[in-house]
């Protein structure tokens, strides 16, 4: 595919978070005509916000090496702190490897950000354009050289292919999103095992911290008890877990629920996976041993 040909490919992403912004930018800058669907309306606040320093390159490719240079914004994360096997908890600074910090980013603005971007480079984005069936691929109404589904999870049109996802794991993980008028200043994830599950923090700009929990989806109401309005068992749950690292930054700092962002399930581990998507909302645990073996 060269740019200046007569006949320019046409490419519809379907999603766009970041895994349908990179592809749509790799191909607007191949030459191809992209069009980028997203249900949403715009962005918005959820899961997945750490970004690990071997992102780096990926974003020197796609031309956006500037894109988290806003401390304000999008937090540097200078490591993992955890609680796995051991009775002391281990680290790992990512100053160790030789990529530098990676990021704790804020997705609504990451992904405004990264619409931007893909707007300039040519790309037609549309928002609060869901795809469905009668736009299938192969009518004579949309025909498009290449579908990608970037839908992740969901698989929306892989699915309508006739794609088949398979289940190889039952982890689900509840998220909550605080905020706090005195929030710490570590730039650490911290990520704790108990014995119903692992906990998972990351601190966000503006006070904010990201809260997880997650664990075998037929022991997520054992662990948790009943749902309660907000998300706030997920609170009550952790002051008595008996957790040395997570438990006491939200207590000492005065975590509470952000009152402007929703708290929900979030099924964010597990096997239900089809063509491409953002691996971002998949924290997982350390290796086994990294902390004197799990």
């Not at 595919?1 to 007569?6: C, F, N, P, S, Y």
């Not at 108990?194 to 503006?206: F, N």
């Not at 509470?256 to 971002?280: C, F, K, M, N, W």
Request: glycine share 12%; charged share 25%.
């Amino acid at each position: 595919m060269r740019r200046g040909t007569a006949a320019r490919p046409r490419v519809l992403v379907l999603g766009g978070g970041p895994a349908g912004a990179a592809a749509a930018l790799v191909l607007a800058d191949a030459g191809a005509e992209v069009r980028v669907c997203e249900r949403a309306a715009a962005p918005r606040w959820k899961p997945g916000e750490c970004l690990p320093p071997t992102v780096r390159p990926v974003l020197a490719r796609l031309g956006l090496a500037d894109l988290l240079d806003d401390d304000a914004v999008h937090r540097q994360h200078l490591g993992n702190r955890f609680v796995w096997g051991a009775p002391e908890p281990g680290e790992r600074p990512t100053l160790a490897g030789v990529h530098g910090a990676g990021w704790h980013v804020d997705r609504r603005h990451f992904e405004e950000a990264l619409a931007s971007r893909a707007e300039r480079a040519g790309v037609d984005w549309r928002w609060d354009a869901p795809w469905s069936a009668d736009e299938d691929a192969n009518s004579d109404r949309a025909p498009w050289n290449l579908v990608i589904d970037a839908t992740g999870r969901r698989a929306v049109y892989a699915r309508h292919r006739g794609a088949r996802r398979v289940m190889d794991d039952r982890l689900v993980g509840t998220v909550a999103l605080l905020r706090s008028m005195t929030p710490s200043p570590d730039r650490f994830t911290l990520v704790e095992s108990t014995p119903r599950g692992w906990w998972y923090a990351a601190g966000l700009s503006r006070g904010r911290l990201a809260l997880a929990f997650f664990t075998d989806g037929d022991l997520m109401t054992d662990a948790l008890g009943d749902p309660q309005p907000g998300g706030s068992q997920l609170l009550v749950a952790l002051a008595t877990a008996k957790s040395r690292l997570i438990g006491p930054r939200v207590a000492e700092h005065g975590y509470v629920l952000d009152p402007e962002q929703p708290s929900h399930a979030y099924p964010a581990v597990g096997g239900r996976r089809g063509a491409i998507a953002t691996s971002g909302a998949e924290p997982d645990p350390p290796p086994r041993g990294a902390a004197g073996g799990a």
